[in-house]
């Protein structure tokens, strides 16, 4: 016998399943098929109702890292191939909050969930913020890689992605204290400049709270989110 | 909220009979539960061939070509114990069976070097759980719940799964580290000893064979009487890694010379592994690796950074790792440099026919046919296998205004005539170094012409990493003599990796995991010196990326008076 004791209300027809799916293999098979495909229809997918009982990221303002990190020489290569400071690349986007996160194309565990973040908040942002991702790994990522790994994760205008000299990329990560030996302990770690101010979010966060959390940010900087002109 | 869900649960009540009907159209196209469970584990497809729903961190939609199974807990299944993120195992034995924190258990995991303090704290934080069966499974696949009716964190995302798909997971995921104490020798893990290979083919003459022979004895030897040291007294070690000193074995390495042509090779291979299976083959050298590439893959045998001029570039195997993708990267790096000057003078390929100059010619061709813009015109220059070469072929060549590549042996190489008088109307010229095995040989000081330049793709001299000396020492320390420094090098760092993978892999032989742990652990820490930068990630299986082209007079041995 299960105990169901933090199932959401969502899970009652999967608990339905479960149970006598002994018995009616076959229908339930189709069930779960047919919950899927209505859910799909109806525009709903299949979710946690449950509270998760431990915070998922904290989020924390960096001081007087933003010039240090930005400012200097940092040579970047886009997926087209085209050449960009990153200091330009910020300053460009001054009006706008700029969302940046580090990934490598091959990265097995965290990169895919990190850049579905991106992905599922990018139609919520458009003109609103700019996206950024840079790899970590820019010998072997070049702009093809990067290209192919957009197109995988749908990648909107306002979602770019780098690569550069590892040297570069090291020493930047080293200023936002992101750096990790060997790329394979890369942590999950989103930054998001506003205003000139660098907000720094550790962890794995839901969409829901990673708009919210923005929103928040914009406030307390007082950046406005209109689209430009 | 619940009004809405009651209403979906009588739809799907409603609808189950059009479904059925549906459903038994779109028969699974997969031959059996294997290969269904294999490819949703591996791919995120459901039995339909349609990609999977799956939910990440309770709201991001995402999809089976996103994420899959094997993003997070590898193909191996044995998880990730390293990244960001705690990723238990789920290999059969581990899933099917009641789960303990045992002393055992818990160092296992501690023992391999956990990073950081959260994953450290996870992984004492492991508790007791109930042994899955097909329904528990399901039930935390699509909502998160584990055998132990406690809630799994979200960082396990949710995945929607049908009937047919699960019973293939289920068998998929009985497979994964299944390897009971029967079948381990059949992947080369006896009892007391550990059998490795070496693979040589019939171009690789003896020295250079005896040159890499001796530093494998000399690590064995070392290797397998601190075992046995290990073994005598067991209680050796403070804390938990007198553990698993019973999973440590005799490390016992065979030679397989390779005869006749590469079309008789497949034979032998197989006859080679038929007498003795393996668990790996390391290193080894040959000119052409084709045939024991294919071996590696069809045998899903780790075959770990051979001495090779031509690895498999076109399609990245699996089972298969180099040191780089040889003279295709050398091939490329001289395109792109090529491109990278204002004027060139029309390329005139020089190579031998029938040797691999002729594949990396090939290459390059392909390279700068590739760029429309480039206005790099190529043409071939073949010598035959009797040609001999001197003074009459080289001199009409190097008074022309051309750029001359040379895919040659040292031997050809060696006939160039002095450039000493050569100026910038006339050719300039651009040479492998791997092919004449400078890194071996160097020039005398005066060959260093900068007419003269060379596609190189190792450390820049007298800027190589501090892992140089130590390796250097260690061999002298052993007794090996450094006659083939390269070769010597690369093997040393073959032995080290594997070593170390050994070492994290404990008593859990998978051939796939042990390959996951050298894509993690082949960064620069282990790099033997000779190279300016290493790394392998998840599923990446050439290790050094950039090559460098080099102005002769910038190669002249520091301690060559001038």
């Not at chain 2, 090529?338 to 020089?350: A, E, G, N, R, Y």
Request: net charge positive.
């Amino acid at each position: 016998m299960y105990r169901w004791k933090i199932v959401g209300q969502r899970d009652l027809c999967a608990v339905y399943a479960v149970k006598n799916s002994l018995a009616k293999q076959r229908l339930l098979s189709v069930l779960f098929s047919g919950l899927f495909l209505i859910l799909a229809v109806l525009g709903i997918e299949p979710s946690d109702a449950v509270e998760p009982n431990k915070p998922r990221y904290q989020i924390r303002e960096i001081q007087n890292t933003l010039d240090e990190a930005f400012t200097q020489k940092v040579s970047l290569i886009d997926a087209n191939g085209g050449a960009v400071q990153l200091s330009d690349l910020v300053a460009e986007h001054r009006q706008q909050p700029v969302i940046m996160q580090f990934i490598f194309t091959s990265c097995a565990n965290v990169c895919p969930v990190m850049s579905t973040l991106l992905r599922a908040v990018q139609k919520d942002l458009v003109g609103k913020a700019q996206l950024i991702s840079i790899s970590i790994d820019p010998e072997f990522d070049d702009s093809n890689k990067l290209q192919d790994y957009a197109k995988k994760f749908d990648a909107q205008p306002h979602w770019r992605f780098f690569t550069g000299e590892l040297n570069d990329i090291i020493r930047l990560q080293k200023q936002i204290d992101v750096y990790q030996q060997n790329k394979m302990r890369h942590q999950p770690v989103t930054f998001f400049l506003l205003n000139q101010r660098l907000f720094r979010l550790d962890g794995l966060p839901s969409k829901e709270d990673t708009l919210a959390e923005l929103d928040k940010m914009l406030e307390e900087t007082q950046l406005s989110v209109s689209s430009p002109g | 909220m619940f009004l809405r869900e009651s209403l979906i649960c009588s739809m799907i009540k409603a609808t189950t009979f059009l479904l059925l009907l549906f459903l038994d159209l779109s028969k699974p196209t997969l031959a059996n539960d294997f290969q269904i469970g294999k490819r949703f584990y591996e791919k995120g497809l459901l039995a339909d061939s349609t990609p999977v729903s799956v939910i990440l961190q309770g709201d991001i939609k995402a999809n089976g070509h996103l994420i899959n199974c094997a993003s997070c807990h590898r193909s191996s299944g044995y998880g990730d114990g390293e990244g960001g993120n705690y990723v238990p195992p789920i290999t059969g034995p581990v899933l099917f069976n009641e789960y303990a924190p045992e002393r055992q258990h818990i160092f296992r995991n501690l023992y391999q070097d956990v990073q950081t303090p959260a994953t450290r704290a996870q992984v004492h934080d492991l508790k007791q759980r109930a042994a899955y069966n097909e329904q528990l499974l399901n039930r935390a696949i699509t909502s998160g719940i584990n055998s132990d009716d406690e809630q799994l964190s979200l960082s396990m995302p949710r995945f929607m799964l049908d009937k047919a798909t699960l019973k293939g997971l289920t068998v998929y995921l009985k497979s994964l580290g299944a390897q009971n104490l029967d079948s381990l020798p059949k992947i080369g893990v006896e009892p007391d000893i550990l059998h490795f290979a070496t693979i040589f083919t019939p171009d690789v003459n003896p020295a250079e064979k005896a040159a890499i022979m001796a530093v494998f004895n000399a690590y064995l030897k070392r290797k397998n009487f601190n075992t046995i040291a290990a073994q005598k007294k067991p209680n050796y070690s403070s804390g938990y890694k007198s553990d698993f000193v019973y999973a440590q074995r005799q490390w016992q390495l065979h030679e397989w010379q390779l005869t006749g042509s590469a079309e008789q090779w497949p034979k032998q291979l197989a006859a080679f592994y038929q007498a003795k299976s393996v668990f790996s083959v390391l290193g080894g050298k040959g000119q052409r690796w084709q045939a024991i590439h294919d071996f590696c893959e069809q045998r899903s045998l780790p075959c770990l950074f051979p001495n090779t001029p031509l690895p498999v570039t076109a399609k990245a195997g699996e089972y298969t790792l180099y040191f780089s993708k040889g003279l295709q990267g050398e091939a490329d790096s001289l395109a792109t440099h090529l491109q990278s000057l204002d004027d060139v003078s029309p390329v005139v390929q020089i190579y031998r026919a029938n040797s691999v100059g002729e594949v990396a010619a090939r290459f390059l061709d392909n390279r700068l046919s590739k760029k429309q813009s480039s206005k790099i015109t190529s043409s071939d220059l073949i010598i035959t296998e009797q040609q001999r070469l001197g003074a009459a072929f080289w001199e009409p060549l190097l008074a022309q205004k051309k750029t001359l590549v040379l895919w040659l042996d040292r031997d050809d190489f060696d006939t160039l005539p002095s450039l000493s008088s050569i100026n910038l109307q006339q050719a300039s010229i651009f040479v492998s170094a791997s092919l004449i095995d400078l890194k071996n040989k160097p020039l005398s000081p005066q060959r260093y012409n900068k007419a003269l330049s060379f596609i190189w793709p190792w450390a820049l001299p007298n800027h190589e990493p501090k892992r140089l000396y130590r390796a250097r020492a260690w061999m002298r320390s052993r007794g090996v003599p450094m006659t083939h420094e390269l070769e010597q090098l690369n093997t040393f760092f073959v032995l080290n990796v594997v070593d170390y993978a050994m070492h994290d892999l404990l008593d859990r032989f998978s051939r796939e995991y042990s390959i996951e742990i050298i894509e993690r652990i082949t960064e620069n820490a282990l790099n033997p010196g000779l190279y300016r930068s290493m790394s392998l990630g998840p599923k990446q299986r050439f290790a050094v990326k950039k090559y460098s082209i080099l102005n002769a007079p910038l190669l002249i041995p520091e301690n060559s008076n001038r």
